[in-house]
């Protein structure tokens, strides 16, 4: 004897089934699209010790007569220490509007706010030929990619002083080992531009 499903369990059956369809649809879900960054960190901030930034501007070399540009400035302290302790005058750049702000109130309440300014932009973007020194405590690979446009940019004799990361197979001038006020050991690196564009 032949028995009929009742309509209702066919009805319920056919609504499960085309949930079933619809959840495995691609389609049917619609992916957020990718927020991508107009600009990217090349680094995260980490402040630089406060002997190692003095140590940094000792290997550079820094009198009155420089112009240090430090590309990820974070709270300003190294281009606040060169004009503080040598009166150079200084320019800091930082991604973030947190640190830009930081680094202008220790700049005033350092008292050299006269000498220096911080600018809220890429350091990729940065037209570095006024600066004389450059610093940096980013990546190898960030100073890999900053290496072509400061080697373009920076007149013969300007110095750049790296905390930490090299310049891949670009030999500074200066290589020492120093020992922070911690006992932690730290790289510190300066080359200086003559003239030719290095890849």
């Known amino acids: 004897m032949l028995v009929r499903p009742k309509p209702l369990v066919l009805t319920l059956s056919a609504v499960c089934l085309a949930g079933l369809v619809w959840m495995v649809q691609p389609s049917a879900i619609a992916a957020p699209a990718p927020q991508l960054p107009s600009q990217q960190s090349l680094a995260p901030f980490v402040p630089t010790p406060q002997d190692v930034v003095e140590r940094m501007l000792e290997l550079a070399g820094v009198t009155k007569n420089d112009v240090v540009y430090d590309l990820g400035c974070g709270d300003g302290r190294i281009v606040i220490t060169a004009a503080k302790k040598y009166g150079a005058r200084g320019v800091g750049v930082d991604l973030d509007p947190e640190r830009i702000a930081e680094s202008k109130a220790n700049a005033e309440k350092a008292g050299v706010a006269k000498l220096v300014e911080f600018r809220l932009q890429d350091a990729m973007t940065v037209d570095v030929s006024p600066a004389t020194v450059v610093t940096l ?63």
């Open 137 to 199: 405590y980013l990546l190898t690979a960030s100073n890999l990619k900053l290496k072509p446009v400061l080697t373009k940019q920076l007149k013969p004799g300007a110095r750049i002083v790296s905390n930490a990361f090299s310049m891949g197979d670009w030999a500074p001038e200066k290589d020492e080992e120093f020992k922070d006020a911690n006992g932690i050991s730290r790289r510190l690196m300066v080359w200086k531009a003559d003239g030719k564009i290095r890849q």
